[in-house]
């Protein structure tokens, strides 16, 4: 092995890979970088310095891991899988800012380990090429607990991070673009072709930049009913969003009332869901609080 190699190439990574006789499991979505471009690409996206902290979600053997201890003054990496454990303790041993948590994301209380392990630094941003099979409720969790995050800088499947960044009127918007965008503001950083993986994922994937916002995007009197109604009116895209909404608020909403909210919030009732703003879902949800339909 020679001493200087990065991880994140194919040589070092299948010299670790067999030193610990390490097998990928697919039912993780492990698919681990091997490309030096790639990662610096994330890292920079991340604009990070030794006053801010980053949180790693997946380090796989420590590829991306290494570059964020070097350019972050905190970095916790959390890992589901036990066998990483030691590869991840020995690749990283340089590092002694780096945490390595051995734990599934979405158990873990993130409030609670940003107070151990963030106190120090000024900023946190979450930066992770993350597993596929859980993408969504991952960003999700990140999102709607209200972290003190700066950016979330991921690798995602591309067709899910054209969704989260589609805007109102095309076939990729619907509520997960809503529900991302309300909380940050996502530009896609760049394309990433499968051959940066070992192994090779069977999709396209993208590298998402989402940028937390300090306070949502629009004001809603009430988050739970304002996502309602978001849901409701994509339940079925091909249908207007007055029929929608007639069938999650019946029988108070009848189509009468409901048109004449929908028309009250500005908002043609033959429209389909597909082509409202954030502003609109917000302007519409208020209304139809304020008209007693919750
Ligand atoms: N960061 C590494 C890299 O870029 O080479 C590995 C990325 S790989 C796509 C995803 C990693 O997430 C794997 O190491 C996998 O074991 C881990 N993982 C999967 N589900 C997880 C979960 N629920 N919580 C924490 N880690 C998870």
Not at 14 to 43: A, C, M
Not at 120 to 128: D, T
Not at 153 to 174: C, D, F, L, N, T
Not at 204 to 220: G, H, K, N, Y
């Given at each position: 092995?020679?001493?200087?190699?990065?991880i994140?190439t194919?040589?070092?990574?299948?010299?670790?890979?067999?030193?610990?006789?390490?097998?990928?499991?697919?039912?993780?979505?492990?698919?681990?970088l091997i490309?030096q471009?790639?990662?610096t690409?994330?890292?920079?996206?991340?604009?990070?310095?030794?006053?801010?902290?980053?949180?790693?979600?997946?380090p796989?053997?420590?590829?991306?891991?290494e570059k964020?201890?070097?350019?972050?003054?905190a970095?916790?990496?959390?890992?589901?899988d036990r066998?990483l454990?030691?590869?991840?303790?020995e690749?990283?041993?340089p590092?002694?800012h780096?945490?390595?948590?051995?734990?599934d994301?979405?158990?873990?209380?993130?409030q609670?380990?940003?107070?151990?392990?963030?106190?120090?630094?000024?900023?946190?941003?979450?930066?992770?090429?993350?597993?596929?099979?859980?993408?969504?409720?991952?960003?999700?969790?990140l999102?709607?607990?209200?972290?003190?995050?700066?950016h979330?800088?991921?690798?995602i499947?591309?067709?899910v991070?054209?969704?989260?960044a589609?805007?109102?009127?095309g076939?990729?918007?619907?509520?997960?673009?809503i529900a991302?965008?309300?909380?940050?503001?996502?530009?896609l950083?760049c394309i990433?072709?499968?051959?940066?993986?070992?192994?090779q994922?069977?999709?396209d994937?993208?590298v998402?930049?989402l940028?937390?916002?300090?306070?949502?995007?629009?004001d809603?009197?009430?988050?739970?009913?304002y996502f309602?109604?978001?849901h409701?009116?994509?339940?079925?895209?091909?249908?207007?969003?007055?029929?929608?909404?007639k069938?999650?608020?019946?029988?108070?909403?009848?189509?009468?009332?409901?048109?004449?909210?929908?028309?009250?919030?500005?908002?043609?009732?033959?429209?389909?869901?597909?082509?409202?703003s954030?502003?609109?879902?917000?302007?519409?949800?208020n209304?139809l609080?304020?008209?007693?339909?919750?």
């Amino acid at each position: 092995m020679n001493e200087i190699d990065d991880i994140a190439t194919p040589r070092r990574t299948k010299e670790i890979i067999r030193r610990h006789g390490f097998s990928f499991k697919k039912s993780l979505g492990q698919n681990f970088l091997i490309d030096q471009n790639i990662l610096t690409k994330i890292v920079n996206a991340a604009e990070l310095d030794s006053t801010k902290g980053a949180l790693e979600i997946g380090p796989g053997i420590g590829a991306l891991t290494e570059k964020l201890a070097q350019v972050a003054g905190a970095v916790t990496a959390v890992e589901i899988d036990r066998r990483l454990i030691p590869i991840l303790q020995e690749v990283l041993e340089p590092y002694p800012h780096v945490q390595i948590e051995h734990a599934d994301v979405l158990e873990v209380d993130l409030q609670q380990l940003f107070k151990a392990n963030f106190s120090e630094v000024s900023k946190v941003s979450v930066v992770a090429n993350l597993p596929y099979y859980v993408t969504t409720p991952i960003l999700m969790k990140l999102l709607e607990e209200k972290l003190p995050l700066e950016h979330i800088v991921v690798m995602i499947q591309k067709e899910v991070a054209e969704r989260m960044a589609a805007s109102p009127g095309g076939k990729e918007y619907g509520t997960l673009s809503i529900a991302v965008q309300y909380y940050s503001e996502p530009e896609l950083v760049c394309i990433v072709p499968n051959t940066v993986f070992i192994p090779q994922p069977n999709v396209d994937s993208a590298v998402i930049r989402l940028t937390v916002r300090d306070r949502p995007a629009v004001d809603v009197k009430d988050e739970r009913h304002y996502f309602d109604v978001v849901h409701s009116s994509f339940a079925q895209r091909r249908k207007t969003i007055s029929n929608n909404l007639k069938s999650r608020f019946a029988p108070e909403g009848g189509r009468e009332r409901i048109d004449a909210l929908l028309e009250q919030a500005g908002i043609t009732p033959s429209r389909r869901g597909e082509t409202l703003s954030l502003q609109e879902f917000a302007t519409l949800s208020n209304t139809l609080l304020e008209a007693g339909i919750q």
